[in-house]
């Protein structure tokens, strides 16, 4: 079988990337890699380069390699069209072939694609080349270490974690810390780090288009801190630290019932039902009061301010000024209640509700009584660390504001003292 090289087009620092993963595979050293690129820097590209070169490497002998993103699509999918790409970049159209949906094969070597999200099957795929987690911040623990992990171990397999910052729990973090901890024991370099500095130094239009996102969001934004400078969010035994709950708390009192001439939006967090629900008017509080984990649908009501807007800050500040708070009920039984409260009580202009799992019943039911103000929300591991950049941005920025202490159990559970 005759095949050409993959052309090289990588910067200096994917080429030092590269050859650290590369060395490791060829001696067997079985090494785990974490590589933090800031967004947009090209490790996706750097995936695909060293994807090709294996399956050509292994293409008479045979061997797999395997690689997982947070979610099917767009990630995984994305993965497979960039290395099929490559493959006819060198020159290797027609010899390569997809297979089963999620598999690339170039003679006897394969390249597996995976989801890694919670729910997905992918028990019984080995690698014996090399293992590829991509955006690795939103991969879920537990996932990896029972599903993925074990796949290399037979062949004591090379891996490579790959993502940008988010905070210190996340599985990118913490093998960064195992990494650099490991490094300081032997010499052996297991992290790279390529800020957006580093990146503008070989990219003269990137270090241009990231000044741009630095003057548009401000360098404090959180966004631009874990994206671009790779810098964890970090908080005091919490999501928020110290400082930031105190930016959250704001002066205005809560309110029963709407202004007049106010904007309204309204979120909603969907939890289990009871399978025994207390009947009374202290039902919610009787649930709570026996099991004091279990989980409650919330409601909470944000008064939009647009006078606050200005060509610096052109995004409206929110005064959340009410919470409706059940625990237990059946939600069929919520059905009526949510409608009044949204619908004819706060006039909402946009509700935003939670559709994952048991949240698809109630978000359909929403939608349709609520036609044309209902935005349903499917929460997927890069879906909560969006809405996270935007919570901290809102907070930072003072934009988001919680009702001044009352006593009441949903200001105490809100996290704001």
Not at 20 to 26: P, Q, R
Not at 185 to 202: I, M, N, T
Not at 224 to 251: D, I, K, M, W
Request: proline share 4%; glycine share 10%.
């Amino acid at each position: 079988m005759s095949m050409a090289t993959p052309p090289i087009k990588l910067r200096p620092y994917q080429v030092e990337v590269g050859r650290a993963v590369l060395g490791s595979v060829a001696r067997r050293r079985g090494l785990t890699f974490t590589v933090e690129m800031a967004r947009q820097a090209g490790k996706n590209e750097l995936s695909a380069h060293m994807e090709v070169l294996l399956l050509v490497m292994h293409a008479l002998k045979g061997g797999t390699l395997v690689k997982c993103a947070p979610t099917f699509v767009p990630q995984v999918v994305v993965s497979m069209r960039r290395l099929r790409d490559r493959l006819d970049d060198a020159g290797l159209r027609g010899l390569w072939s997809a297979e089963a949906g999620h598999a690339v094969r170039l003679g006897k070597a394969r390249a597996l694609f995976f989801s890694a999200e919670p729910g997905s099957h992918v028990v019984g795929a080995t690698a014996d080349v090399l293992l590829e987690v991509d955006e690795a911040q939103d991969v879920d623990k537990q996932k990896f270490a029972r599903d993925f992990r074990p796949m290399g171990a037979p062949a004591n397999v090379t891996t490579v974690l790959y993502g940008t910052a988010w905070d210190g729990s996340t599985l990118l973090e913490e093998s960064k810390q195992v990494n650099l901890e490991m490094e300081r024991r032997d010499g052996v370099k297991r992290h790279f780090r390529f800020d957006w500095l580093e990146v503008g130094r070989h990219n003269p239009d990137y270090m241009r288009y990231v000044e741009g996102e630095r003057a548009r969001l401000g360098e404090s934004h959180p966004l631009f801190q874990t994206q671009y400078c790779l810098n964890p969010v970090r908080g005091a035994g919490g999501f928020l630290s110290a400082g930031q709950r105190a930016q959250l708390q704001g002066a205005h009192s809560r309110q029963r019932s709407p202004r007049a001439g106010a904007v309204y939006v309204a979120g909603i967090d969907i939890a289990g039902e009871a399978e025994a629900a207390q009947e009374g008017p202290n039902q919610d509080a009787a649930v709570r009061a026996a099991e004091r984990r279990r989980d409650s649908t919330v409601v909470s009501i944000g008064e939009v301010d647009f006078a606050a807007c200005t060509d610096a800050l052109p995004e409206p500040r929110v005064r959340v000024v009410e919470h409706y708070w059940w625990t237990g009920r059946p939600h069929a039984a919520l059905y009526a209640q949510l409608v009044d409260v949204l619908r004819d009580v706060w006039r909402c202009r946009r509700v935003v509700v939670d559709a994952t799992g048991v949240g698809a019943g109630v978000a359909s039911f929403l939608a349709k009584a609520l036609s044309g103000i209902v935005t349903p929300f499917v929460f997927t591991a890069p879906g909560k660390s969006r809405i996270g950049f935007q919570l901290l941005a809102a907070v930072n920025a003072g934009r988001l504001k919680m009702y001044g202490a009352d006593g009441s159990a949903e200001w105490r559970s809100s996290g704001v003292r």
